[in-house]
């Protein structure tokens, strides 16, 4: 008996049977409740649930598809083609990106096969010249740009006009190479040619609990959603710890001018008939990410990005069947689920409190059990429930999943106050995006930076200290009316909330 199989089994009907009492429980109380005011909450849940459902269970698929599934099979390289190694950076610190390049002239390949760049857009002289002179040392071609024109995009399609060699090996400037296989095997991957690139796994290096936990998002992407996309030839190219054939990217008109360009690059390849393949191992590891403002960056820029992505998904929806477009919707609306709806349950748990608050819980129901055995109900009672129901169902799915995916509850629930730490950032960029307003987040801060003084971590989470603030009053005022359900998870909510300004505090 496979027991990893039945686990995995198990949590797909877990998650599809939560998904429908979630979904029933929403239509009922849309049926019964008689006033306007109980029927919009009942329809908020009921539209909350179904957007959890379908997230949820694309998850539980992606989780289960991934499982035994067969590595992309690897051709010994009959010749050796030419590959550029190329690292971007932007005012990265000198001895960290010597490091990587140190660590990527050890790949196994032949030395007259490959040439070494350094893209570079530091705006910080000393940095760039620092960069320049270890380059014309080591032999590495250095391409200085002093403006940002497109970002990481503009200095890779900067780069591209002269490029010559015939596949491009992309590197963050503070990922390290652990397996010196990563160019034979990836190229050996390219086995017709409609493959426009090859990814692998992309990860942190181990660290705190803190950035223990902000890999572990990227595990999932990587072990799960990456594996299971692949099977229908639609993984991600990830932006580094990749390959990609010039002669198609070049086709294809380079990357575009976005903050995601590696997502645009994937979907721009998929929509034109050329696909990708994913390689579950591990070649290189970035630096871990310690600090909360650059994971909040970092989550800015996806969210941002992914919303910018909607159009081009949508220029070219009836490019793709019925799996890839699920997959495209869920890749593209993901964080926003992560985000938005922990808001959306938020602000339902005030609303029910206010509902009990002012008397329009008091109608009474009876539900009828068996015949002539019956038991009388209060709305308010089934509001509760759904407040109830609402907050556990988020608690214990996120536990439950991190038990069963990484064997950890503590790494679950520390990736629980992630989520809420950054949901107000990912909102945020999904509407900056929308109203194309600027794309940075606060400040960018370096790993070694290790917290933020509490004034400047109340400025930058100013908006989700005023949520947590008004959730807590609400909480109180709910107290002196002896609504105890109502206060505890009001007040429960507001720690949550209040995790952004803890984390920026404590985390910097």
């Not at 950076?89 to 002239?105: H, W």
């Not at 721009?268 to 960056?297: C, H, Q, R, W």
């Not at 999904?430 to 971590?457: E, M, T, Y």
Request: charged letters at 15%; glycine letters at 6%.
């Amino acid at each position: 008996m496979d027991k990893e199989l039945l686990k995995r089994q198990f949590l797909v009907a877990l998650v599809v049977l939560l998904s429908l009492l979630g979904g029933g429980f929403g239509v009922y109380l849309t049926i019964i409740t008689p006033t306007a005011y109980t029927k919009f909450l009942a329809l908020l849940f009921l539209f909350s649930a179904i957007v959890a459902a379908f997230f949820n269970i694309m998850g539980a698929m992606y989780f289960y598809r991934s499982y035994n599934a067969p590595m992309p099979e690897m051709k010994p390289l009959k010749r050796f083609p030419t590959v550029a190694m190329v690292v971007v950076s932007y005012n990265e610190p000198v001895d960290m990106v010597e490091e990587t390049l140190e660590k990527l002239r050890t790949v196994d390949y032949p030395t007259d096969r490959m040439n070494f760049y350094l893209l570079d857009d530091s705006t910080d002289r000393q940095i760039a010249a620092e960069l320049a002179a270890y380059c014309k040392k080591n032999d590495v071609r250095f391409i200085h740009r002093t403006h940002r024109e497109g970002f990481k995009a503009g200095a890779l399609n900067n780069f591209l006009k002269d490029a010559t060699e015939e596949y491009i090996a992309i590197f963050d400037a503070d990922e390290v190479l652990v397996d010196g296989s990563f160019l034979k095997e990836t190229l050996g991957c390219f086995k017709n040619d409609k493959i426009a690139y090859v990814q692998t796994s992309k990860r942190y290096a181990k660290g705190s609990p803190f950035a223990d936990a902000v890999d572990s998002t990227f595990a999932f992407f990587s072990n799960f959603i990456q594996v299971s996309r692949n099977l229908d030839g639609m993984p991600m190219f990830a932006g580094s710890c990749g390959v990609i054939k010039r002669e198609i990217l070049e086709k294809l008109g380079g990357f575009d001018y976005s903050v995601v360009e590696d997502a645009a690059f994937s979907l721009k390849s998929d929509a034109n008939g050329y696909g990708g393949v994913f390689i579950p191992k591990i070649y290189a590891l970035g630096k871990p990410i310690e600090n909360f403002t650059a994971f909040g960056s970092q989550q800015w820029r996806y969210n941002y990005g992914n919303t910018q992505l909607m159009s081009d998904y949508l220029a070219n929806i009836t490019k793709f069947n019925l799996r890839k477009q699920l997959g495209y919707l869920a890749f593209i609306f993901g964080l926003h689920y992560l985000s938005m709806l922990l808001i959306i349950f938020a602000v339902l748990s005030a609303l029910i409190a206010f509902a009990n608050l002012n008397g329009i819980g008091e109608v009474y129901y009876t539900l009828v059990v068996y015949h002539s055995i019956s038991v009388p109900l209060t709305l308010r009672f089934q509001l509760e429930l759904l407040n109830v129901v609402t907050i556990f169902t988020t608690l214990l799915g996120v536990l439950l999943i991190s038990k069963i995916y990484f064997g950890s509850y503590s790494l679950g629930v520390y990736a629980y106050f992630l989520n809420f730490g950054v949901a107000f950032i990912r909102a945020k960029a999904a509407l900056a995006a929308l109203f194309s307003r600027a794309h940075k987040f606060g400040v960018i801060r370096k790993n070694n930076s290790p917290r933020l003084p509490w004034h400047k971590a109340l400025r930058l989470t100013w908006l989700e200290t005023s949520f947590s603030s008004v959730l807590f009053l609400a909480g109180i005022v709910a107290i002196t009316n002896s609504e105890w359900v109502s206060s505890f998870w009001l007040v429960w909510y507001s720690v949550l909330f209040l995790s952004p300004f803890s984390l920026a505090f404590l985390r910097g």
